[in-house]
């Protein structure tokens, strides 16, 4: 997968098993339902409501079977590389192929960065879909579930679920 420039900080994440290409129906995780529901992409980060507005899946020249994901709940100018600007960012990767697959420490995470604390959260229950490819956008959804095991207060839980369109952005190598 393809190296984030942000630095992973595993301060928290609950693990769920999974192998990340089977796509069988495995969306009860323990007692949570990460089902992927047909809503817009929305959800809790530590107490805060977070819906999405925009973001790009970028296809590298060096790495054409994976698409590189950038979600925010903030406008953004389509293929913004940076987005700066965005308090939150929603990061993953995904094989560049219409699929779903089950969220796995070892191999399938998506990261959630917020300013407000500098923390990256990384998912490791929950599920990723990309339904749809075309020239120029990426359709998809996904459910993750994170529990912060460090924050003893009542608002330690991050869980977004959804579907959300994402512009097809096609880069050169880094």
């Known amino acids: 997968m393809r190296t984030w420039s942000y630095g992973i900080v595993f301060g928290l994440s609950a693990c769920a098993g999974g192998d990340p290409s089977d796509t069988s129906d495995d969306s009860d995780v323990g007692e949570i339902d990460v089902t992927i529901t047909d809503q817009p992409l929305e959800g809790d980060i530590k107490g805060d409501a977070w819906s999405f507005v925009s973001g790009d899946a970028s296809l590298y ?75 120029t956008t990426v359709t998809g959804g996904l459910h993750l ?26 880069r050169g190598g880094f």
């Open 61 to 135: 020249d060096d790495s054409p079977e994976e698409l590189s994901f950038t979600l925010t709940a903030t406008t953004e100018d389509e293929c913004n590389v940076t987005y700066s600007e965005a308090p939150v960012r929603i990061l993953f990767s995904a094989p560049n192929q219409v699929g779903e697959w089950a969220l796995d420490i070892n191999s399938q995470t998506i990261t959630v960065y917020t300013d407000v604390d500098a923390m990256n959260y990384v998912a490791s229950t929950g599920n990723l879909r990309i339904d749809e490819i075309t020239d």
């Open 145 to 170: 579930y994170i529990e912060d095991v460090f924050d003893d207060s009542d608002n330690n839980v991050i869980e977004l679920d959804g579907t959300f369109t994402a512009n097809l952005c096609e």
